[in-house]
């Protein structure tokens, strides 16, 4: 047990990483500002090492120790071992998984960086629910679709519940930010992508009939929960689609609506 430390003070500084996980906006502007976030659950905190992301600390009830060993010893990080009811005091949730990790972010990639390998990419326009976003990230991983790009008002990917929504996937897929919207677009557009606008308005083209599949490159855009793309990123795109629907539906969840489109924009693509 080398190098376990047990804390029983919720007031101890070493457990600042993890105070007020509920406190979504403390949390949304702590976490990029001091250049962290917080992974939850083994199999995300074994991602999130595989994916490279460096380990600041640990956080376990005493019951995960042996489960996490492995992963204990390969971390040279503090790693806190606290009863469960300290956890929640401290985080201010029941932390049912029993093990959280904060670890390090990455620099984020450019957009340019990424669009130059990239055959098929996601654009997300305002899509601020971190739920939405860590089932996008999931769909967009398990699709084979190759970057995300996000407008500058989106929710961050590494946020907790994104990370445990996606089950991780958020280290899959690299993402970037454009830092200007929509005027960003013409980057992506002169990276030789078609830029296709999601949309259930009837003018636009259903997603068969475009045959994006075919495209030497592909940019599909997905607006936010109920309001979807903006009325200036419809007029910047090349092509409004849409996915055909029955008995009177009129729309998709917009996690839903992704994996739909993920699948008809990379269908017959070799798997990764």
Known sequence: MAGLITIDDPDDPRLYDYTGLTDVELRRRREPAEGLFIAEGEKVIRRAGE???????????????????????????????????????????????????????????????????????????????????GAIFRSAAALGMDAVLLSPDCADPLYRRSVKVSMGAVFSVPYARLDVWPAGLREVREAGFRLLALTPDERAEPLDAVAPHRMDRAALMLGAEGSGLSRRALEASDTWVRIPMSHGVDSLNVGAAAAVAFYAVTAGRPPA
């Open 51 to 133: 994916a490279g992301y460096s380990m600041r600390s640990m956080l376990l009830s005493a019951k995960w120790v042996d489960t996490m060993r492995d992963v204990i010893d390969a971390a040279p990080a503090p790693v806190y071992v606290v009863d469960p009811a300290l956890a929640e005091q401290v985080t201010g949730y029941h932390v049912h998984r029993g093990a959280l990790a904060s670890m390090r972010r990455k620099p984020l990639p450019t957009a340019a960086g990424l669009l130059t390998a990239a055959r098929r990419v996601v654009v997300m326009e305002s899509v601020n629910d971190h739920t939405n976003i």
